[in-house]
């Protein structure tokens, strides 16, 4: 569930503690950031440990170089959008 991701995210940067980033980042944030972009509406500020960790994978050089800037400047956008740090209760795809 999001809301065990953004607890676990809630004292570390990434998955695997103290390792960096890692393949199992590459692998969770890859389905993550495919949301915003085909999922315009879905807003993930109620888990803003996920929304932090989304900005900051889709933020590195290499995100842009595999996937082009024009997604990275719209996922970062979106995201900063989001901010992370609204107290309101959210629903995901507006029903949950």
């Given at each position: 569930?999001?809301?065990?991701?953004?607890?676990?995210?809630?004292?570390?940067?990434?998955?695997?503690e103290?390792?960096?980033?890692t393949?199992?980042?590459?692998?969770?944030?890859?389905?993550?950031?495919?949301?915003?972009?085909?999922?315009?509406?879905?807003?993930?500020?109620?888990?803003?440990?996920?929304?932090?960790?989304?900005?900051?994978?889709?933020?590195?050089?290499?995100?842009?170089?595999?996937?082009?800037?024009?997604?990275?400047?719209?996922?970062?956008?979106?995201?900063?959008?989001?901010?992370?740090?609204?107290?309101?209760?959210?629903?995901?795809?507006?029903?949950?």
């Open positions: 569930r999001i809301e065990t991701l953004d607890k676990l995210l809630a004292d570390r940067d990434y998955l695997v103290d390792a960096g980033f393949v199992a980042d590459v692998a969770i944030a890859s389905y993550l950031l495919y949301v915003p972009q085909f999922f315009p509406d879905v807003d993930f500020s109620r888990w803003p440990n996920v929304v932090r960790y989304m900005k900051d994978c889709a933020s590195r050089t290499a995100y842009g170089d595999a996937f082009g800037t024009q997604v990275q400047g719209f996922l970062v956008n979106s995201l900063n959008e989001m901010g992370g740090n609204e107290k309101e209760e959210k629903k995901l795809f507006g029903i949950f």
